[in-house]
């Protein structure tokens, strides 16, 4: 019988030039198993495609995993077009191989949380999990 | 301070995105603050064709989906899309993976596509497919299709959903026995083989044909003979003439009046499934503990299960 509760909500994408999908995919497969709706829209996405999709589905959370080095261009581009699409709640995190001192300068632009390569998915849903609960409702 | 439902509607009436896509998603957590909402949207909704599509998974029908939504641009029309995928029966999550079908759609403002997981429900569609339909109607989507999760044999809900329900089949999957069958492939309006640039799909054309025109309905000449056209996202074959069948599909069905018929279908069906959904809610928080006790007794073979569920029913009354 079907339930009746909300279910928090994830889009997930790979922005640019960037055919590096297993990891995604993991991330994908982990937070489906931890109980969320994942909207996975696959590889070579651009900014604007993200944002609209994810406005369109009203998700929670955007997850974009970048390996290609381009994150300090791509994260700026989407929280500008989240802004511009009044879409502000929703939380940005990032995943992928980046320097330290980038991870820091993309939380002080508005990125709600960095993973690195190294985070295990459990921490993965966590994160998501007390992010989206201290967001609140919306 | 979340916005409260009500304050959407004038938004959603006027085709502001964002408001609609957060009104469904409370439809679809089945909150009852939205209900006075959905309420007011429903009488402003019944004016969208509404086009369900279903196959096998892998058959191409959010692929096919992707070629007829532009199709239907081009004649001007809003397109609305939702796109049904399965939740995990153990996790309750889910993997939505149709908008990769239809990435290219994403630029076009015309266009408004939604993913929506089963939840449990059977049948090929979600709980709150037709709420989100009604919200699309509602704000001005002259045409909307419904995709199904990729149904086995017997995931006809569609049919009690859309005005036009059209089954893709792909080549290659099973014989002409497979086509006789009761189930998915009686119910289509339009049928379809998908991927027809492939050279096996002759054959499931042919099997498709020869099924419709066996048994006996067919002593009396059908008044909309069921069409099986093969198309091809791939090379663009066929679309065309898929846009014009659904257009007379549609027109067939407000020339004759069956219309109606099928818009009495389509609300019977909804008005059952809320009382389901409401009983069955009343009953597990009335009878919680006395269903654990029969689960027991029955799975001890001190009880029958449909004994059970008379006892469950005669205190639940």
Redesign the interface.
């Known amino acids: 019988m079907s339930e009746t509760q909300s279910r928090t909500r994830v889009l997930i994408a790979k922005v640019g030039l960037d055919g590096h999908d297993r990891g995604v995919k993991i991330v994908a497969r982990c937070l489906r198993d931890a109980g969320m709706d994942v909207i996975y829209t696959g590889l070579h996405r651009t900014p604007e495609e993200v944002v609209t999709a994810a406005v369109q589905e009203d998700v929670d959370v955007i997850g974009i995993s970048i390996l290609s080095g381009a994150h300090m261009t791509i994260f700026p581009r989407v929280l500008e077009l989240l802004k511009e699409a009044g879409a502000d709640d929703i939380l940005l995190l990032g995943g992928g191989v980046m320097a330290d001192e980038d991870v820091v300068t993309l939380k002080e632009m508005g990125v709600a949380e960095i993973m690195l390569q190294d985070t295990p998915p459990e921490a993965i849903v966590k994160t998501v999990n007390d992010l989206v609960t201290q967001r609140g409702e919306r | 301070m979340?916005i409260a439902s009500i304050e959407l509607v004038e938004k959603i009436l006027a085709g502001e995105?964002?408001s609609i896509?957060?009104l469904?998603?409370r439809a679809?957590?089945?909150?009852q603050e939205c209900r006075e909402a959905m309420a007011k949207l429903y009488k402003h909704s019944g004016k969208t064709h509404i086009i369900g599509v279903t196959g096998v998974p892998g058959s191409g029908k959010s692929t096919l989906m992707k070629s007829l939504a532009e199709g239907f641009r081009h004649e001007g029309h809003k397109v609305g899309i939702i796109a049904v995928d399965p939740?995990?029966p153990f996790?309750?999550?889910?993997?939505?993976?149709d908008?990769?079908r239809m990435?290219e759609l994403?630029?076009d403002t015309g266009i408004?596509?939604?993913?929506m997981?089963t939840?449990?429900?059977l049948g090929g569609l979600a709980?709150a497919t037709l709420d989100a339909v009604d919200v699309l109607d509602a704000a001005g989507f002259d045409v909307v299709f419904i995709e199904t999760v990729g149904v086995g044999q017997d995931e006809v809900d569609i049919v009690q959903a859309a005005h036009t329900t059209m089954v893709v089949s792909a080549p290659g999957l099973g014989d002409e026995i497979q086509a006789i069958k009761a189930g998915v492939l009686e119910i289509a309006d339009i049928h379809t083989v998908s991927k027809c640039d492939r050279a096996d799909a002759n054959k499931t054309i042919t099997d498709l044909k020869q099924m419709l025109m066996l048994g006996l309905e067919h002593s009396e000449p059908k008044k909309w003979p069921v069409p099986v056209i093969g198309s091809s996202a791939h090379t663009g074959e066929g679309v065309d003439t898929l846009i014009k069948t659904i257009n007379q599909h549609y027109q067939y069905l407000n020339d004759s009046g069956e219309i109606a018929a099928k818009c009495e279908t389509i609300a019977r069906n909804r008005i059952i499934k809320y009382t389901?959904?409401i009983l069955?809610?009343q009953f597990t928080e009335r009878c919680n503990e006395l269903f654990q006790e029969v689960i027991t007794r029955v799975t001890n073979r001190e009880e029958d299960p449909h004994s059970a569920a008379e006892t469950l029913l005669t205190t639940f009354k």
């Open positions: 979340p995105t964002h896509a957060r469904i998603s679809e957590a089945g909150s939740s995990s996790s309750g999550g889910a993997i939505l993976g908008r990769i990435n994403t630029a408004f596509i939604r993913s997981a939840r449990g429900a709980r389901e959904n069955y809610k």
